[in-house]
């Protein structure tokens, strides 16, 4: 799947670091990661250290892919959406919210993932 039709409706994404149908492929401070709201420098070195600790622990158990399940991706896209819609963040026309982009709906594209586990499908 290419990207383009992955994020035609906007961004989806586990936790901010993972794409359901993306193997083996990170982001650093991406889309429904609290990158956004948050000090970057201090969400940068969150997300190298949880995928470096991640891909020790692929690397330990021998696992030659590594994916986001469908199933963690949407429920993480809903509960950012959830939290997101119950401030007043949608509401700005801003860059975070998609909102600056005609091709894009407006919601909240980041959120704090303190607390989350990665629930990923492992081959």
Partial sequence: MRHQQKWSAGPRTYLGVAIA??????????PGSPSVFS????S?????????????????RRLASIEASQ???????????????????PLANSWYTGGKRPWQTARVHA???R???LSAKMR
């Fill in 39 to 42: 000090n970057m420098v201090v």
């Fill in 71 to 89: 199933d963690a991706e949407n429920a993480w896209v809903a509960h950012v959406n959830e939290v997101g819609n119950s401030t007043l963040c």
């Fill in 21 to 30: 149908d993306f193997p083996n492929l990170f982001l650093i401070t991406g």
């Fill in 111 to 113: 959120l704090s993932r």
């Fill in 115 to 117: 607390g989350r586990r």
């Fill in 44 to 60: 940068i070195e969150q997300h190298v250290d949880w995928i470096a600790n991640f891909l020790a622990y692929a690397r330990q």
